[in-house]
């Protein structure tokens, strides 16, 4: 944690934004891994739940990675694309932009699915863990709404579906998260 901390200080180009988000949601799943491990003599389905968070940590984990790789892509592309011309020039760069545009996507998907194990968790699981799993809810609708902006940002403002998607998804993890807030867990 402290070398990604250290990198998103660093004057280098990543990891940046997007890796942010993905390690914000490996943390709201690392909480949800210990509200379901305390949840097992309360819930049967508590372990099903502890293997779901760990998969969504150790995606999050890989998505801080692939955005970091994404991103050099791109920037290596555009250098490389300096020696081409006309549509090859202009077919790298979309090449290497789609990477840009995807991994945000995918953060933003993922973040969604962390919402949705922890309202499960606030549901079934330890009662006097809930507020962690909503703690773990809202992170990760932070992180969706961060990561449907790169999207939109990525895009450079052109209409398009996977913004679209991204926008969508990153509402409906905030309601839910905001719903799960409201619901006075202790």
Excluded: F
Excluded at 72 to 100: H, I, N, P
């Amino acid at each position: 944690m402290v070398t990604l901390l250290d990198g998103l200080a660093s004057d280098r180009p990543v990891p940046a934004s997007g890796s942010a988000t993905a390690a914000v949601i490996a943390i709201a799943s690392s909480l949800l891994e210990k509200v379901a491990r305390l949840s097992i003599a309360k819930w049967a389905s508590a372990d099903a739940a502890l293997e779901e968070a760990h998969a969504l940590r150790l995606r999050a984990e890989e998505l801080v990675e692939a955005d970091a790789n994404a991103y050099m892509s791109y920037v290596d592309a555009r250098r490389s694309a300096k020696a081409l011309r006309g549509k090859d020039r202009e077919r790298a760069v979309a090449q290497a932009r789609a990477a840009t545009i995807d991994v945000p996507l995918a953060i933003v998907r993922l973040a969604a699915e962390t919402v949705e194990l922890a309202a499960a968790l606030v549901k079934n699981g330890n009662p006097n863990l809930g507020a962690d799993a909503v703690v773990a809810a809202t992170l990760a609708a932070a992180a969706a709404t961060a990561a449907s902006r790169l999207v939109a940002v990525n895009l450079s403002g052109a209409p398009d579906e996977r913004s679209t998607e991204a926008d969508r998804i990153a509402r409906a993890a905030s309601d839910k998260a905001a719903a799960l807030g409201r619901l006075g867990v202790h």
